[in-house]
């Protein structure tokens, strides 16, 4: 054949296809469309999975007359005009080719109505043909009515699902931008039913709503709530430890607004749930990153989905520090979502500090005893409240089948499993012992050489000083070779060629790696739990309160290194329930 130039609309469908894959994309494009013009309310209605019908009404800025027929142009747009306005692009399209794209492979209609005009105007594309401009009643905003997609091209339409899985691309397409613009209402319909109806929040009990409505009340009634600020911010929700699911299909970013899915982002909130999330389970979180636009590149991907940091190693440590923190607050009484908090003040004890510790029950010391002593001599009769510690878990009340701790809090009943707190409080404790001891190196009597390929060798020398923070000493010793020289004391009885391998290609696809701080708390995590207090050992009323005592103060007490609960409460009103007990 010899080399021809492509018909106009022939280069449209083709160009389509890499943005109009299904329904969904169609809504996406079109909802876009009308949050960039400002609307305040957005109304879709969907038929038959989206092939038969998309239409997307708006309260935006509307389309003039005289520039609908350009908004249906091949690269015509209102929201760049130069390529510098690529690095402060705030608008979610810029590329002016969805509406051309759309219309070429369906019968579209697109009406619209400026606050400056009488009335409105509608135009319509059939067969790649366009219409005149005729008028039609609209109030200001904008309606694009897309129906019968792909009718012009059968190549695409196979690939179309059925109507509730295109449905449900959909569903789930709004519910993202339900999760980033509160300040908009949504109204999505399915063949004429209400599915969602998300009005706007403008607060954060309405915002709190919208997202129990998009995510579950469980969701929001077992996450913290989160914010922190510097020159980057994030904030959202992110679910306690315990409310961990089987997949991670309750986790969503948004960069400035907009859903992304970026493999950093996820690596770093994984990397803050490290430590309290049971192997194989995941997080549930919903998260907010805003930092300057000139900071990340949107443009990675057509879709949007993927964006590029231009200093990744920043947000991720950013990132990866804040949930780790608030995470870390998971323990009795601190946990805003633990119930309302109850205040159980003793004076009596104010400054002890009772302490149970790893060694046996008959061995603790007089210290523990006279300390607890004095707190468990206030159970049954709690002295008047006054100014003193909070004792959010209550008081030992006695040991039920050897596993569970009962004890009476103020306004209710706590049980806890001493074997999962108990491990928790001393892997806590190991770590801050080991911390404190800044990792302990200890240096190997005969290197250990490693042969690795050129590329990870490289990474390993370029991180050397990385290294020695972690308490491992490596050298290059030839373009394939190191030679690890000292390694955490800790660590000294691992396969260490095999942990600086898995480092190195972590750091080759991550840019990061935990992998030496995981092997370590693997370590310590084993040993907590080997020396945590097994069931059916008898402790004694003050053991069990000095264990409460500690819960209390231990980060991360909330659930134990696997990531299941510590403790749960049964309140008082919860017992009067039980018992049909009007108060
Ligand atoms: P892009 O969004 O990339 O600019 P589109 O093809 O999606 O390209 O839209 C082309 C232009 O049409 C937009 O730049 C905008 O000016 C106008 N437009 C499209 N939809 C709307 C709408 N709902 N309200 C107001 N203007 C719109
Ligand atoms: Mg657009």
Not at 29 to 39: K, P, R, Y
Not at 148 to 159: I, S
Not at 398 to 404: E, F, K, P, T
């Amino acid at each position: 054949m010899p080399i021809r130039v492509l018909a106009p609309e022939l280069v449209s469908q083709i160009a389509a296809g890499e943005v109009i894959e299904r329904p969904a994309s169609v809504v996406k494009e079109l909802v876009e469309n009308a949050l960039d013009a400002g609307a305040r309310r957005i109304e879709i209605d969907v038929e038959k999975g989206g092939v038969a019908l998309c239409r997307v009404r708006d309260n935006g800025s509307g389309i003039a007359r005289d520039e609908l027929a350009l908004a249906l142009e091949r690269h015509a747009t209102s929201k760049i005009s130069a390529l510098g306005d690529l690095e402060h692009v705030v608008s979610l399209g810029f590329r002016g080719e969805a509406l051309p794209s759309i219309a070429s492979v369906s019968r579209l209609s697109l009406t619209s109505r400026v606050a400056s005009a009488e009335h409105g105007w509608s135009v319509r594309v059939q067969d790649g043909a366009q219409g005149d401009p005729v008028p039609a009643p609209h109030a200001v905003g904008t309606t694009v009515e897309v129906r019968d997609l792909f009718f012009n091209v059968p190549p695409r339409r196979k690939f179309v699902r059925s109507e509730a899985t295109e449905f449900q691309h959909v569903r789930r397409f709004v519910e993202r931008l339900g999760l980033s613009r509160f300040g908009v209402a949504f109204q999505l319909n399915n063949a004429g039913r209400s599915v969602l109806a998300l009005p706007a929040a403008h607060d954060r009990v309405a915002s709190g709503k919208r997202v129990a409505e998009i995510c579950g009340a469980d969701f929001v009634a077992q996450s913290l709530s989160i914010e922190r600020t510097s020159n980057i911010s994030l904030r959202g929700w992110i679910g306690l430890p315990t409310a961990s699911r089987a997949q991670p299909d309750l986790q969503y970013w948004f960069v400035n607004g907009r859903f992304v899915r970026d493999r950093q982002l996820h690596n770093a909130a994984r990397l803050g749930y490290r430590d309290v999330l049971y192997h194989g389970r995941h997080p549930a979180y919903v998260l907010y990153l805003e930092l300057d636009p000139a900071q990340v590149d949107v443009n990675a991907h057509p879709a949007k989905l993927e964006l590029r940091f231009r200093d990744g190693r920043t947000v991720h440590d950013f990132v990866f520090r804040t949930l780790e923190e608030a995470l870390r607050d998971t323990r009795p009484g601190s946990t805003e979502t633990a119930g309302p908090g109850y205040r159980h003040t003793l004076t009596a004890v104010a400054g002890a500090t009772p302490r149970l510790d790893l060694q046996e029950p008959g061995q603790a010391s007089a210290d523990l005893r006279n300390g607890v002593q004095a707190a468990t001599s206030g159970v049954r009769e709690p002295p008047a409240a006054a100014a003193g510690e909070e004792f959010p878990l209550g008081f030992a009340l006695g040991q039920i089948h050897g596993i569970y701790i009962l004890a009476q809090a103020s306004d209710g009943l706590v049980l806890v499993d001493m074997h999962a707190a108990h491990e928790r409080v001393t892997y806590e404790r190991l770590k801050r012992l080991a911390a404190a001891n800044s990792v302990a190196p200890q240096r190997l009597l005969v290197p250990l050489t490693i042969e690795v390929p050129g590329a990870e060798a490289e990474i390993a020398e370029s991180n050397r000083d990385a290294f020695a923070r972690l308490g491992v000493e490596i050298d290059r010793m030839g373009p394939g070779v190191l030679a690890v020289r000292q390694v955490p004391s800790l660590l000294a009885q691992t396969d260490i060629t095999a942990l600086i391998r898995d480092v190195l290609v972590d750091l080759r696809e991550h840019g990061v790696s935990a992998r030496i701080e995981d092997a370590g708390e693997r370590l310590m995590a084993t040993l907590a739990c080997r020396t945590a207090v097994r069931a059916n050992r008898s402790l004694t009323i003050a053991e069990m309160n000095a264990l409460l005592r500690e819960m209390e103060r231990t980060d991360r007490a909330d659930q134990c290194n696997h990531g299941r609960p510590t403790w749960a409460r049964i309140s008082l009103g919860e017992l009067d329930r039980l018992f049909l007990r009007g108060r």
